[in-house]
């Protein structure tokens, strides 16, 4: 069995988290999903910003629709779209195969909306229906303030990746959310077995945060704990995970909402380039990776082993280590939510004013 099945045997799905043109125009996403055994993709603002802005790919496609008068706003996801159904088709036998738990491609709402529910929910919609596909999951980012989007567009009969988890009690709340959406969804009459769910839940991020904060610290207990926060938290999120739905009851027929690790590429060239991946392997979940995470998993010589069950008192003990070093947690997470929507929206920025340009 090849790296990325191991992984699948022991729970784990390996999505891949990036999408271009180049990409799906070469071949090379086919590629991976036929030789690694991809089983989804996900995007976010920077992928896009990334993608549209260097190379010529995008370039016939702009030119069109800049004599069609389009704005940069439309224009940008005219381009996305456009990538995203491609993506959506090169994993259609991927979602049938595994009965819709994979094969899944999602697309953001427009960062600058992630404090807006009512904008969010509407842009929900008209994503879906414009992408027009079975296996789109549509990315609504964690804030307190978009938590009723994600009720009300998984009440909608919308498949949503909630994204921009930093915390055990934000997490907790999405999952409240995610209940209450199905539950809806099921008494609107929507077909609740169809409707997919996970909960993008950010790792390396959370030790670039503390591992600095730690040195700032500097003493030797503090520096012992470098690089074991962002582990600890996601473990103790699984953890949450798992009592959560083993003691809320879902609609008949309806799916859990898996954990996605995301944010699975390692900040500190020090730490294994696969760390983020062999300590959160785990039934039910899911990792999404950038290309350079997913060849350093291919080139792992170890077995897959369960990671994350079993881990939620060793964990609680790290947190507990942290804050007597003096670690404050809320306003970790509270920084690292603000700073991550300020990124995609910087990225998002960028990318509309380098598309106006090119339109013209």
Not at 95 to 109: A, C, F, M, Q, Y
Not at 150 to 157: D, E, F, N, R, V
Not at 200 to 223: H, K, M, Q, W
Request: proline share 3%; aromatic share 6%.
């Amino acid at each position: 069995m090849s790296t990325l099945a191991q992984l699948h045997s022991a729970g784990t799905s390996v999505w891949l988290d990036d999408l271009s043109r180049d990409r799906l125009d070469s071949g090379n996403l086919s590629q991976l999903i036929a030789e690694t055994g991809i089983l989804g993709v996900t995007t976010n603002p920077s992928i896009f910003q990334a993608a549209m802005t260097t190379g010529s790919a995008y370039d016939a496609q702009l030119a069109q629709l800049g004599s069609r008068g389009l704005s940069a706003d439309d224009a940008v996801y005219e381009l996305a779209i456009q990538d995203v159904q491609r993506a959506c088709d090169a994993f259609a036998e991927t979602h049938r195969k595994t009965n819709g738990e994979d094969g899944w491609v999602s697309i953001e709402v427009d960062p600058r909306l992630a404090r807006d529910a009512d904008a969010t929910l509407a842009q929900a919609k008209t994503l879906r229906d414009r992408i027009d596909r079975d296996n789109i999951m549509i990315k609504i980012p964690a804030t307190e303030e978009a938590l009723p989007a994600i009720t009300a567009t998984l009440a909608a009969g919308i498949s949503v990746n909630v994204t921009l988890i930093f915390s055990e009690v934000r997490y907790r709340a999405v999952m409240d959310a995610f209940a209450a959406g199905l539950q809806q969804a099921a008494t609107q009459g929507h077909n609740v077995s169809a409707i997919r769910s996970v909960a993008s839940f950010f790792v390396s991020r959370v030790d670039a945060e503390i591992d600095g904060r730690l040195e700032a610290i500097g003493t030797p207990t503090a520096l012992e704990l470098r690089g074991k926060a962002a582990i600890a938290n996601a473990r103790l999120a699984y953890a949450a995970f798992e009592d959560f739905f083993a003691t809320h009851e879902l609609p008949a027929g309806a799916h859990v909402q898996r954990p996605l690790w995301a944010s699975t590429s390692v900040k500190n060239p020090n730490y294994p380039a696969d760390m983020y991946v062999v300590e959160l392997i785990g039934p039910r979940t899911v990792n999404t990776m950038p290309e350079q995470t997913l060849r350093a998993t291919l080139d792992t010589a170890s077995t897959p082993e369960n990671s994350l069950q079993g881990k939620a008192e060793e964990s609680r003990e790290v947190f507990a280590a942290l804050h007597e070093c003096g670690i404050d947690f809320e306003d970790v997470f509270a920084k690292l939510e603000n700073e991550g929507i300020e990124k995609f929206e910087a990225s998002w920025r960028d990318l509309l004013s380098s598309v106006a340009q090119r339109l013209n």
